[in-house]
């Protein structure tokens, strides 16, 4: 017999159910009415409405995942067995050991001059803050069976979660610009003589990188838990040749206030790297049953994020500290970031290395790396977009991926000799709405559903584990009538900004609290602006 436990909209989730299998009972499934409704029009579906819907059908023939926005029913859930307590670390682990961190440490000693150890400080504080937001969200993928910002809706509403989307939407496809970029850049600089342009690079890496999220969720865990494997080893090999080379003496530059100021906008932008994740963490566990320990899965989440982060930035910093004293990497970042972390791969110092034949093999391992990293925005993407109306809703999954693929394409191709520059103004702006939204959720569980609040399912009987999120009513995900109007959580949210707007220091603005720290002021407004907000 399957074993099941009650849920809290009085239904039952079966942990021995393929997740995309529908329950063969009188109870149609969210996603099965969405594609009736999807066709019901007064004229009849249209070419392409038939087309998308029986391209879903045939992906869930094959039990790939067609689902969208939809709520995925207690009978849906998945078996939980001892390779889903695993599952979250590699799956983070794989996504976070990519390229773009690597470079994103780079900007500890090139952009704010900070010496090796402030700057691998800074990133671990920076990534330990971040890494345990998002593990607190992908708790809630389990026991909602809802989406990230489907969640938002219990705090904010259904019209006010609109904005939150179109920021996260902002968030998945900038970050994902910036990945195809980079990708682009390491596939050209390995390419003989520079003859494959960073142009063909991207749209290379944005093809794969829909290939692999259009077919969901199945799909993209199969890659992902395999995938960091290659990721560790590649890295370790570029820790071992470069180590060397690192900085390790050198201060960080500046008087005392300015090296406090450098030292905290680095820490808010490695926070906001990680943190940003927290707008779709529970996207990718709304399969797991709930009886999944909240406490094994913030677990696996935080460690697995904290480790990755870490390591991958550590390299990147030692890369750039040796910038002013290695000629091969001075002549490699002067071409791109990406070129740097080719030149890496050499041991010797001198530029000739650059054409290694092992060390170019490698460098496109890394390159490819970065699919995991690109496949999982994309991903979430396609459902966010879903999120914004019912009228999207109709739309399938796949057809918003495509979209959000063709976007971020367009603007790297646009922007992809602005790569420090995108970095250093888009990064920390991207965890500011999340900063704010977090701080209103966790008040909200916390004081305001007191009951259940702080009872993390650490216990081993069934009943402790049920406790996390069960002052909620999952099951009116869809219906704004039932939903919170959202008007405390929207001035809360408006004031967590200004607060941001006063204390952020950005090329093009600094506050006037962020100007009291340092020659060239300091972004102190994530902290600020999770007290402004709650």
Not at 178 to 190: Q, T
Request: hydrophobic share 45%; with cysteine; glycine share 10%.
């Amino acid at each position: 017999m399957p074993m099941t436990s009650s849920t809290p909209d009085g239904g039952e989730r079966g942990v021995t159910r393929p997740a995309l299998q529908h329950a063969k009972n009188d109870s149609p499934s969210d996603l099965e009415k969405s594609m009736d409704s999807a066709e019901d029009t007064p004229n009849g579906p249209s070419k392409l409405a038939t087309y998308s819907r029986n391209f879903e059908r045939t992906l869930i023939k094959y039990n790939l995942e067609a689902r969208g926005v939809q709520r995925v029913l207690p009978h849906e859930s998945r078996a939980l067995t001892w390779r889903s307590y695993f599952q979250p670390f590699f799956f983070w682990c794989s996504i976070n050991l990519a390229a773009q961190n690597v470079t994103l440490g780079m900007l500890g000693p090139y952009i704010y001059a900070l010496s090796f150890r402030d700057a691998s400080l800074c990133a671990f504080f920076g990534s330990l803050i971040g890494s345990t937001a998002v593990a607190y969200v992908a708790t809630f993928g389990p026991v909602s069976g809802n989406r990230t910002l489907v969640f938002a809706r219990y705090t904010f509403g259904w019209y006010p979660t609109k904005l939150l989307v179109v920021l996260e939407l902002i968030v998945l496809l900038g970050y994902s610009m910036i990945v195809v970029v980079i990708a682009g850049e390491i596939l050209s600089a390995v390419s003989p003589n520079g003859s494959m342009s960073i142009v063909v690079g991207i749209i290379v890496v944005a093809i794969i990188g829909w290939t692999i999220s259009t077919f969901g969720i199945w799909v993209l865990d199969i890659y992902l838990r395999y995938s960091y494997i290659t990721q560790l080893i590649v890295f370790s090999i570029l820790y071992g040749v470069s180590s060397h080379n690192y900085d390790l003496s050198t201060p960080s530059q500046g008087d005392s206030r300015t090296v406090i100021g450098n030292r905290i906008s680095f820490l808010s932008i490695t926070l906001a790297a990680a943190i940003t994740y927290g707008g779709g963490a529970a996207d990718y566990f709304v399969y797991y049953p709930v009886t999944t320990p909240p406490i094994a899965l913030f677990s696996a989440t935080l460690v697995s994020l904290l480790c990755s982060f870490t390591f991958a930035y550590c390299v990147g910093i030692g890369l750039a500290s040796a910038i002013p004293a290695i000629a091969a990497y001075k002549a490699a970042n002067d071409i791109s970031h990406g070129a740097l972390i080719v030149a890496g791969f050499t041991e010797s110092t001198s530029p000739s290395d650059f054409n290694t034949g092992f060390g170019k093999f490698l460098a496109v391992m890394v390159a490819l790396g970065l699919l995991g990293n690109l496949s999982a925005p994309t991903y979430s993407s396609g459902i966010d977009f879903q999120v914004l109306s019912k009228k999207f809703e109709k739309i399938p999954r796949v057809v918003w991926n495509t979209v959000g693929v063709v976007i971020y394409t367009v603007c790297a191709l646009a922007g992809r000799d602005h790569l420090a520059e995108i970095f250093t103004n888009f990064l920390a702006l991207m965890g500011y709405w999340v900063v704010i939204w977090l701080a209103i959720t966790v008040e909200e569980q916390f004081f305001f559903r007191s009951r259940y609040g702080f009872r993390l399912g650490i216990g081993g009987d069934k009943e402790s584990r049920r406790g996390w999120g069960q002052t909620y009513d999952w099951a009116v995900w869809d219906t704004p009538g039932k939903l919170p109007y959202g008007i405390a959580a929207s001035v809360a949210f408006l004031v967590g900004w200004a607060g941001a707007i006063l204390c952020m220091a950005q090329v093009w603005y600094i506050g006037p609290i962020a100007k009291l720290v340092g020659e060239y002021g300091a972004d102190v407004s994530l902290p600020f602006e999770r007290f402004d907000a709650a």
